[in-house]
């Protein structure tokens, strides 16, 4: 079991740009997440998916912010255009099935910084 | 809006002390408490509690839920180094709609 594996490990870009970030979930685990980490507002749920259905959004900041899943093995996240706000760690978390209560199993997370 | 509160935000002790952390939620429909220890990277799964009263333990590590108070605990007794850790409270309310604390930071000094 390799883990959810997310790229790329680090980002830098600037203002403006397109940012795309990767998650690749455990195999059998039918839940994904995506959450944003930062210091003044810890670990915040951005999008959450069953089955590849875009569940709840509601974290989303803004229009900005854009996630798809194509298939049951893949997840992006979208940022465009790309701010300084928008750094943070953002983590990918997959679970398995379990009446909604399985243990959310993380990512290492991709570190953006955006100048 | 799903509240959660931990305390402390930081704690630094010494090797072989015993620590406790504490958090304190308001949540919409609470199903279960999970507790997290986030090191350098991901969070990694600690602890499940769904029932009050009943403690929970994983070798120095221990914690209980108490659904009256709104509130858990988790004690870490003869802390080591490798302890040092943000600790993350996590209720949650099913359908995987988990809501994280700020965490707890502690460090364990020789």
């Known amino acids: 079991d390799a883990g959810v594996i997310q790229s790329p490990r680090h980002e830098v870009t600037e203002m403006g740009q397109e940012v795309t970030l990767r998650c690749k979930p455990i195999?059998?685990?039918?839940?994904l997440f995506w959450y944003r980490q930062t210091m003044m507002r810890g670990l915040e749920l951005l999008i959450y998916?069953?089955?590849?259905?875009?569940?709840?959004d509601s974290g989303m900041p803004e229009d900005r912010f854009s996630a798809k899943m194509p298939n049951a093995s893949f997840s992006t996240l979208k940022i465009q255009p790309s701010e300084p706000r928008d750094s943070a760690v953002y983590f990918c978390?997959?679970?398995?099935?379990?009446?909604?209560?399985?243990?959310?199993?993380f990512g290492n997370g991709t570190r953006l910084t955006v100048t | 809006e799903d509240k959660v509160v931990q305390s402390p935000l930081s704690l630094v002790v010494h090797e072989g002390d015993t620590v406790t952390l504490n958090c304190s939620y308001e949540?919409?429909?609470?199903?279960?408490l999970l507790w997290y220890k986030q090191e350098k990277k991901a969070p990694t799964f600690l602890f499940m509690l769904?029932?009050?009263?009943i403690e929970k333990k994983s070798g120095r590590l221990s914690s209980i839920l108490d659904k009256k108070e709104l509130s858990s605990i988790l004690n870490i007794t003869a802390t080591q180094t490798g302890d040092s850790a943000i600790y993350l409270c996590?209720?949650?309310?099913?359908?995987?709609?988990?809501?994280f604390g700020t965490g707890t930071k502690l460090q364990v000094i020789p």
């Open positions: 949540v919409t429909n609470f199903r279960s």
């Open positions: 998916f069953n089955n590849n259905v875009p569940i709840d």
């Open positions: 769904t029932s009050s009263g």
């Open positions: 978390a997959s679970s398995p099935p379990g009446q909604g209560n399985s243990p959310l199993h």
């Open positions: 195999s059998g685990h039918d839940y």
């Open positions: 996590a209720p949650s309310r099913g359908y995987q709609k988990v809501t």
